[in-house]
């Protein structure tokens, strides 16, 4: 939507993103997420912040089509991680495998989706 992890200019990737590598860009996310899983069968998609019910519902769709999914969600820590209107979809759907919190660009943490629930 808002261009941030790879920008288009011109309909030319500002960033060698590598081959094989598409990127719809300028889009609302969940229209994207939709056109990437019905029109170029990903391996995997990649996209940053949920930001409403459109998308996490785009979001699982793509993963009910086998796609798999690599996302970002802005927090503090996982306190604050959990306190995110989202967050309970998200770890009740067992979409995601993995949550890895960063801290200053480097790997701080990696929870399993299961120790939530532990």
Same mark, same amino acid.
């Given at each position: 939507?808002?261009?941030? %992890?790879?920008? +288009?200019?011109?309909?030319?990737? =500002?960033?060698?993103?590598? *081959?094989? +590598? $598409? +990127?719809?860009?300028?889009?609302?996310? =969940? &229209?994207?997420? &939709? !056109?990437?899983?019905?029109?170029?069968?990903? $391996?995997? @998609?990649?996209? $940053?912040?949920?930001?409403? /019910?459109?998308? #996490?519902?785009?979001?699982?769709?793509?993963?009910?089509?086998?796609?798999?999914?690599?996302?970002?969600?802005?927090?503090? $820590? *996982?306190?604050?991680? #959990? /306190? /995110?209107?989202?967050?309970?979809? %998200?770890?009740?759907?067992? !979409?995601?495998?993995?949550?890895?919190?960063?801290? &200053?660009?480097? @790997?701080?943490? !990696? %929870?399993?989706?299961?120790?939530?629930? &532990?």
């Amino acid at each position: 939507e808002r261009m941030e %992890i790879c920008n +288009c200019v011109s309909g030319e990737m =500002a960033f060698d993103m590598g *081959v094989g +590598c $598409d +990127c719809l860009s300028g889009i609302k996310k =969940a &229209d994207g997420i &939709d !056109i990437a899983i019905r029109t170029m069968a990903p $391996d995997v @998609v990649i996209f $940053d912040e949920f930001s409403g /019910k459109n998308e #996490l519902k785009s979001v699982e769709n793509c993963f009910n089509s086998g796609v798999k999914i690599i996302a970002s969600i802005h927090a503090k $820590d *996982v306190n604050d991680f #959990l /306190k /995110k209107p989202s967050t309970q979809y %998200i770890l009740t759907s067992k !979409i995601f495998d993995y949550f890895v919190f960063l801290k &200053d660009f480097k @790997v701080e943490k !990696i %929870i399993q989706s299961g120790e939530f629930y &532990d």
